[in-house]
């Protein structure tokens, strides 16, 4: 007998939670999913905010049934995506990157000398991600 089950329901918060995949806060009145289970005799309770639950079986190239990812990993795929991006200013590859998925983006600053260069790529660009309706 498998020790592991899940349920999910969308709803909209009645206080703040907090993305498990992308790190971003999902202020009270916003959807979330909510999930829950029991994994390997631990229970297990999240949040996942509607962008990240609509991409992550494609971002984590699951078949969808169920998904292994660590806190924040949405962080550490748009990092490594992005490697070897450059400056459109001074070329430098020293950038701070800010995920915005409540629109889809991600917000680049570039950190060399005095540059600090601020722009903006699509997520779904940078994961390249099918189009989803």
């Known amino acids: 007998m498998s020790d592991f089950f899940e349920t999910r ?7 703040n939670h907090v993305c498990e995949y992308c790190d971003r806060l999902i202020p009270a009145g916003e959807p979330r999913y909510a999930i ?4 390997e005799g631990d229970f297990q309770n999240y949040s996942l905010c509607p962008w990240c639950e609509q991409h992550i079986a494609q971002i984590e190239n699951d078949n969808g049934s169920s ?3 660590q806190r924040g990993g949405l962080y550490e795929r748009v990092h490594d995506m992005m490697y070897g991006e450059k400056c459109p200013d001074c070329g430098d590859e020293d950038y701070e990157i800010c995920l915005h998925t409540e629109r889809g983006a991600a917000r680049l600053t570039c950190r060399a000398g005095g540059c600090r260069r601020e722009w903006e ?13």
């Open 67 to 69: 998904y292994e990812f």
């Open 36 to 39: 829950s289970g029991k994994y």
């Open 121 to 133: 790529l699509n997520l779904t660009t940078i994961l390249d991600l099918e189009a989803t309706t």
């Open 9 to 15: 329901h969308y709803a909209k918060t009645r206080k």
